[in-house]
């Protein structure tokens, strides 16, 4: 008797701990997508400035990135993914029509611009300057300010 409930607290244990991963798995899949977006972003505009020679190589490597990770990105949000190590706000998926909606923006203005490709400072200077207000809107209506 006593070994049988030790073998049903166990399993009630795993299956604890399996929603727990689960749940950590959406959120670690758009921390990394974001994480990828940022260093995109943060090359593009190392260009922008002038910190870096324009590289036509790493002008498209960054936009490629973009480009894909944002069509990823809204899928990783299953409900449930809502606690835990995230910034998401509620309002992900009280309004997930708005949210694939800005997301799929981004996606098409950086695919734009990749078929486009800057050829320049300035053209990156002038692509930052349509990726940006995106990137902004959307993290302003769903995800929590950092401290």
């Known amino acids: 008797m006593r070994l049988r ?7 009630a244990a795993c299956l604890c701990l399996s929603a727990a ?47 894909t990770n944002i069509k990823a990105f809204p ?14 706000l509620p309002a992900v998926w009280q309004k ?3 949210f694939r909606a800005l997301a799929a923006r981004l996606g098409s203005e950086a695919s734009a611009l990749l078929a486009t490709l800057p050829a320049d400072k300035a053209g990156v200077a002038a692509a930052l300057g349509k990726l940006g207000p995106i990137c902004s809107e959307c993290h302003k209506a769903y995800r929590a300010p950092s401290n």
Do not use: H, W
């Open 21 to 67: 991963f689960a749940q950590q798995e959406p959120i670690a899949a758009r921390q990394s997508l974001m994480k990828q977006n940022g260093q995109a972003a943060g090359a593009l505009g190392a260009i922008a400035k002038g910190e870096k020679p324009y590289d036509e190589a790493v002008v498209k490597t960054a936009l490629t990135t973009i480009s």
């Open 96 to 98: 997930p029509d708005d």
């Open 75 to 88: 899928d990783q949000f299953p409900p449930g993914s809502d606690t835990g190590d995230t910034k998401a």
């Open 5 to 11: 409930s030790y073998v049903i607290a166990a399993g």
